[in-house]
């Protein structure tokens, strides 16, 4: 947001001194080709003013490394009996947002931010991570769900996993996450707003 109303400020410095400095008919001609250019780019623009928190935010994990510890497949049963504690959970303990066409994993990996990289933003939040397929394009992420969910997200504390929380840290973690993944999907790749990295492949 800060960004944005910075280059919101220069431009509005800059048509008052057009204004102010210019002859009149230069000031209209440029005030008509910015209306012109706000129609025909206008959306594109806005897009691009409100990605750049985004684009920041991401930037911690640009080229980061994934180390894979432990791939566990599930049963969809196995995979109800875990996850029985959440919300919207039944009686029986079986968890109605789990699907029966999707097959189920349990992975242990370390996620490590690139060495050296500056960025605006040093720490990032494992509950922001998406997995995404092999094709993915880094603007893109409506499909993300359908390919895989995150069921459960654990962050390593002193060698315990311990739920995430929605905390933000720095440097390497090690996370446990609960995968539901539609079938004819192995290979999957990190998403963290626009920066894919750390591709992996699940056992078939």
């Known amino acids: 947001m800060k960004i944005i109303l910075f280059i919101l400020l220069v431009i509005a410095v800059a048509l008052m001194a057009m204004v102010a400095y210019l002859p009149w008919w230069v000031s ?14 206008g959306g594109r623009l806005l897009e691009l003013l409100f990605s ?13 490394s994934v180390e894979l510890h432990k791939i566990t497949p599930m049963t969809l049963a196995v995979a109800r009996q875990m996850l029985k504690h959440k919300v919207g959970a039944d009686a029986d303990g079986e968890n109605p947002e789990l699907e029966a ?3 189920y994993f ?19 939040e494992p509950g922001e991570l998406l997995l995404a397929g092999p094709d993915a394009k880094s ?31 720095e440097g390497p973690q090690r996370l446990r996450l609960t995968l539901g993944v539609a079938p004819g999907f192995q290979r999957l790749q990190f998403r963290y707003y626009f920066e894919l990295f750390g591709g992996f492949t699940l056992p078939g």
């Open 101 to 103: 066409s999707r097959n």
């Open 52 to 64: 750049l928190p985004f684009k920041a935010k991401g930037a911690v994990l640009r080229g980061a």
């Open 139 to 169: 603007k893109d992420s409506a499909d993300d769900a359908a390919i895989c969910r995150i069921e459960r997200r654990e962050i390593s504390n002193e060698g315990r996993f311990e739920l995430d929380e929605g905390m933000k840290y």
């Open 28 to 41: 209209v001609v440029v005030v008509v080709a910015l209306v012109l250019a706000a129609k025909l780019l």
């Open 106 to 124: 349990v992975v242990e990996l370390t996620v490590t931010p690139m060495t050296g990289s500056s960025c605006t933003f040093g720490l990032w």
